[in-house]
C-alpha cells in the first residue's frame, strides 16, 4: 500500500486534495507576526484580509523546516509507503530540509519506501502534476511508475504570468525602484515563466494589460501541447484581478476551440504574499520548457 502525498503550493483545494486521498504539509505565512496556514480554500476571507494587509504590510512566508517535515513523513509511514511532490527547489531552499527529513525518517521505517520527487513547479503546474498523480495510483499504478512519470514529465508543466503592478516585484528585490516607478507610469506588463531548473524568469514585456493577454495566448499556442489545438486541462489563475482574468479566459476560448477544461481560480496565499495583486498566470501542458 502506498499514498501520493504534496505541499501546499498547488493551488488546488484542501477539500479537493482530501476526497482525492491526498495528504498534504502546508507551507505558513506572517502577516504583523500572526502565523497562518496556506489556505487552500479553507478560509474564505483569507485572500481578502491578505491584499488587505498587502496594502501597507509585507507579509512573509517560511520554509518548511526539518522537524515538520519529519513528523508528517512518520505520520504517513505509519499507513504505507509514501511518493512525496515538493514545491520547486528552484523558488524555495525547504527541499533541503525535506531531503534531510526523508533520511533521517527512512532510519526509522526500514521497511517502508519514501520517495521524494521535486516537483520543479509550483501553484497550478504542480496541481497538474498531482492530479495526474492521483489517476495513476487511482487506476492502479504503483508508485515506482508514477515517480518514473513525474520525473519524465514535470519539465512539460508550463508556467507563464504577467503583473500589472511592479511594485511587488520591487519589494521582492526583482525590479530596481526607479524601473518600477517607471514601469509602472508606462503601464509596462512583464510577462515571466518557469525554466526548466524551476526557476521564474522575466522574458519579455509588453504595454498594457491588453497586449499582455494577447502575447500570453500566443505564448500557450507556441508551447502547449498540441499548439492551438490543446485540449488538455489549463488552470487559468488570478491575484484579485478578476475582470482582467476574464478578459484571459475570452481571448482563450477564441484562440483555442478545443480547449474545454479551463479552471479559473485564485492564485493561492502563498505565492499571493510574492506576486501581490493584478497577477493572471496559466499552466498547462506542453513539451519540455525553456533554460
Known amino acids: 500500500m502506498f499514498n501520493v502525498t504534496c505541499e501546499s503550493i498547488c493551488d488546488l483545494t484542501y477539500d479537493y486534495l482530501q476526497s482525492r486521498n491526498c495528504p ?4 505558513t505565512y506572517s502577516i504583523d507576526g500572526e ?4 489556505n487552500m480554500g479553507r478560509d474564505e476571507n483569507a485572500l481578502a484580509v491578505l491584499y488587505e494587509a498587502l496594502k501597507t504590510k509585507r507579509p512573509t512566508t517560511s520554509q518548511i523546516n526539518t522537524e ?3 513528523d508528517f513523513f512518520r505520520e504517513q509511514l505509519q499507513k504505507g509507503d509514501v511518493l512525496h511532490l515538493t514545491f520547486s527547489s528552484g523558488l524555495t531552499q525547504s527541499i533541503s530540509n525535506c531531503y534531510k527529513a526523508a533520511e533521517e525518517v527512512r532510519r526509522e521505517f526500514p521497511s517502508r519506501k519514501l520517495v521524494v520527487v521535486d516537483s520543479l513547479s509550483g501553484g497550478g503546474g504542480l496541481g497538474l502534476i ?3 498523480s492521483l489517476d495513476m495510483r487511482d487506476n492502479g499504478a504503483t ?7 513525474v520525473e519524465q514529465n514535470k519539465l512539460n508543466a508550463q508556467h507563464y504570468f504577467f503583473t500589472t503592478d511592479l511594485s511587488y516585484l520591487r519589494r521582492s528585490g526583482r525590479v530596481s525602484g ?4 517607471i514601469g509602472n507610469l508606462l503601464h509596462l506588463c512583464p510577462l515571466m515563466r518557469v525554466t526548466s531548473s524551476g526557476r521564474i524568469v522575466a522574458y519579455n514585456k509588453t504595454i498594457t494589460a491588453r497586449k499582455a493577454i494577447a502575447k500570453l495566448v500566443e505564448e500557450m499556442g507556441n508551447v502547449a501541447l498540441d499548439g492551438y489545438n490543446y485540449n488538455g486541462t489549463l488552470f487559468l489563475e488570478h491575484s ?3 475582470q482582467t482574468a476574464l478578459q484571459t479566459k475570452q481571448a482563450i476560448q477564441a484562440a483555442f476551440p478545443n480547449l474545454t477544461d479551463i479552471r479559473l481560480v485564485d492564485i493561492g496565499t502563498i505565492l499571493a504574499c510574492h ?5 493572471v498566470a496559466l499552466f498547462f501542458w506542453g513539451n519540455g520548457r525553456f533554460n
Do not use: R, S
Open 35 to 38: 502565523e497562518f496556514e496556506d
Open 240 to 242: 484579485n484581478c478578476l
Open 178 to 181: 526607479p524601473a518600477m516607478l
Open 275 to 279: 506576486c501581490g495583486p493584478n497577477t
Open 130 to 132: 498531482i492530479e495526474h
Open 24 to 27: 498534504v504539509l502546508f507551507y
Open 68 to 70: 515538520k517535515y519529519a
Open 143 to 149: 508508485l515506482e511508475e508514477i515517480a518514473t512519470w
